[in-house]
């Protein structure tokens, strides 16, 4: 074995759909029943996910074998930016105050989320239909942000736009430094030698 030589190693940019979680098993009895990655390829074998998305979001995760490139993605400031669907007519009061901080709870505490980058889309962006549905407009209007944030905490977008008296009812990551999801498929995998965001 020729330790002199770097290993090589694999990555892939996913779709994460609707409802699955990230990572890649379980054997707590609590959740047998739920969706991983794993079903969705056949990834290489000590493939771990780049920070995660919770079971209710989607869109972009990145996914690699090098452990020092993941603790270097997740620990430097790298862009985030998610396009969230709202409950309600956003105000422009609201859109300033998710500019500015906010106030969240983060593991029993609280915690003043940093400045972030937070505009209105003038139309929906166009997804897939997801697999539980939206609720309908009878139920009153909706709104779509552009959310931009260089931190992670904890499902930190959907926290945010709660606090400012708009739940979050579909959150799509789209973009990660500069890999963007594109026109990716739910469940679809892209395969990469080379990992970049910057």
Request: aromatic letters at 8%; a positive charge; charged letters at 25%.
């Given at each position: 074995m020729d330790l002199s030589k770097p290993k090589e190693h694999v990555h892939y940019i996913l779709h994460?759909?609707?409802?699955?979680?990230?990572?890649?098993?379980?054997n707590a009895k609590h959740e047998r029943n739920k969706k991983f990655l794993g079903t969705?390829?056949?990834f290489q074998p000590g493939v771990m996910p780049i920070g995660r998305l919770d079971k209710?979001?989607?869109?972009?995760?990145l996914l690699t074998t090098d452990g020092f490139l993941s603790n270097e993605i997740c620990s430097t400031h790298i862009e985030k930016e998610y396009y969230v669907q709202v409950d309600g007519a956003i105000t422009a009061a609201?859109?300033?105050e998710l500019q500015g901080s906010v106030n969240i709870g983060f593991k029993g505490i609280k915690y003043d989320t940093k400045p972030c980058k937070v505009f209105q889309l003038e139309t929906p962006p166009d997804f897939s239909?997801?697999?539980?549905?939206?609720?309908?407009?009878?139920?009153?209007p909706t709104s779509w942000l552009s959310i931009t944030i260089n931190e992670g905490k904890?499902?930190?977008?959907?926290?945010?736009?709660?606090?400012?008296?708009?739940?979050?009812?579909?959150?799509v990551r789209i973009r990660?430094?500069?890999i963007h999801l594109n026109r990716m498929a739910p469940g679809e995998v892209i395969k990469l030698d080379e990992l970049k965001v910057d």
């Open positions: 994460k759909p609707f409802g699955y979680l990230s990572q890649f098993m379980s969705l390829h056949d209710n979001s989607e869109g972009l995760l609201a859109i300033a239909e997801r697999s539980k549905k939206i609720r309908d407009a009878r139920h009153g904890f499902r930190q977008v959907r926290k945010m736009t709660s606090a400012v008296g708009f739940p979050t009812l579909r959150l990660i430094g500069t």
